[in-house]
């Protein structure tokens, strides 16, 4: 079998080669070769990764699923929790306020009752310490 040489993309010339024939490679073959070989591995590489962000895609959409139907109730109870606490507060407020009412109440009888009360007794106290100066005096009177 007769083949003819062709022009390669350089310009050298090539033999083609027939089965059980030893034919002249050229630099380009040369290169072309192993970019072909690389362009494959690269390319394998790719789908390798590609595969893998998959996995991990999936794997991390079952994760937010899980998330969401944990996340949910979760920040429903926190919103129930959190306005059963504003209530106990409001609760809060109003008790002290009630307890302050109370203070000022007890603290306006008590200077009511200091000054209704405070002429009486000191007028009662001396009554009594000018009575019991009298029986003294009394007394000794008698015994002299």
């Given at each position: 079998m007769d083949l003819q040489g062709g022009l390669d993309r350089v310009g050298a010339t090539t033999e083609w080669v027939t089965p059980g024939s030893v034919g002249v490679v050229s630099a380009t073959d040369v290169v072309m070769i192993a970019l072909t070989v690389v362009c494959l591995l690269a390319t394998g590489a790719l789908a390798v990764t590609v595969v893998q962000l998959r996995a991990t895609t999936t794997a991390l959409r079952r994760e937010l699923e899980s998330f969401r139907e944990s996340a949910v109730p979760a920040a429903v109870d926190l919103t129930d929790s959190a306005r059963a606490a504003a209530r106990q507060v409001d609760r809060l407020e109003n008790l002290i306020g009630v307890a302050a009412s109370?203070?000022?109440?007890?603290?306006?009888?008590?200077?009511?009752?200091?000054?209704?009360?405070?002429?009486?007794?000191?007028?009662?106290?001396?009554?009594?310490?000018?009575?019991?100066?009298?029986a003294r005096r009394l007394k000794s009177a008698e015994g002299s």
């Open positions: 109370v203070t000022d109440t007890m603290d306006q009888a008590t200077a009511a009752t200091v000054r209704v009360l405070s002429s009486p007794v000191i007028k009662t106290a001396a009554i009594a310490k000018g009575t019991r100066r009298a």
